[in-house]
């Protein structure tokens, strides 16, 4: 792999679900002049083996970290890596599906929180929550920049040369499910009526 090619930004995506399955999608994108990535679009058993070595790289970066759901200790996996490119072929794109589960509590406050090691944001970054239609983000606390937007909407974000400390906690409150079909009630008021993204 090429020593010159470097990171340029990050974006991570969060949903849940009511069964407590987390999922999240991890892009990076990088700049890369001597087109290491796109050369291995023509070596498929060098393409396989650079992916299988980045996924788990990804695993092992997880494994770092500590994630709580309501108090209860979970582990994020990695599942997938997949490659593209942005319109060039020294802008490739690397993309990761990443899971873990968590017991959450329809109808009352559920927790998040993430332990990682502190440093210094290496690249611009922006991470985005979305929550089931009629859930409440009631509090955040992270070192990073924030907003919440129609009260389940939120997207913290840092930039090349902050510092973060680490530690991250999402505090927010899902609908309680309808008694017969086990779906979300529907709210009184749609989030749309509160702001958007």
């Not at 990076?28 to 291995?40: E, G």
């Not at 944001?121 to 991470?127: C, G, I, M, R, S």
């Not at 929550?131 to 389940?152: A, K």
């Not at 309680?176 to 702001?195: A, N, Y």
Request: net charge negative; aromatic share 14%.
């Amino acid at each position: 792999m090429s020593a010159r090619i470097k990171p340029l930004h990050g974006h991570a995506f969060f949903t849940i679900n009511y069964s407590g399955a987390f999922s999240q999608i991890l892009v990076f994108d990088y700049y890369d002049p001597d087109r290491f990535y796109y050369s291995l679009l023509h070596d498929d058993e060098e393409y396989r083996s650079t992916m299988e070595e980045l996924l788990a790289s990804m695993n092992q970066l997880l494994s770092q970290e500590e994630i709580r759901v309501n108090g209860e200790k979970t582990e994020a996996e990695a599942l997938t890596v997949n490659l593209d490119f942005r319109g060039e072929a020294e802008k490739p794109a690397i993309t990761f599906y990443i899971e873990f589960d968590g017991k959450l509590k329809p109808g009352g406050e559920n927790a998040y929180e993430c332990s990682y090691e502190p440093g210094v944001a290496e690249y611009d970054y922006e991470v985005y929550w979305i929550l089931p239609n009629g859930s409440r983000i009631t509090s955040v606390e992270t070192s990073t920049e924030y907003e919440i937007y129609g009260g389940r909407f939120l997207v913290m974000w840092a930039r090349r040369g902050d510092r973060y400390s680490g530690y991250e906690k999402i505090v927010f409150i899902l609908p309680s499910l309808g008694p017969r079909d086990k779906t979300p009630s529907s709210p009184h008021e749609s989030s749309r009526s509160q702001g958007s993204l």
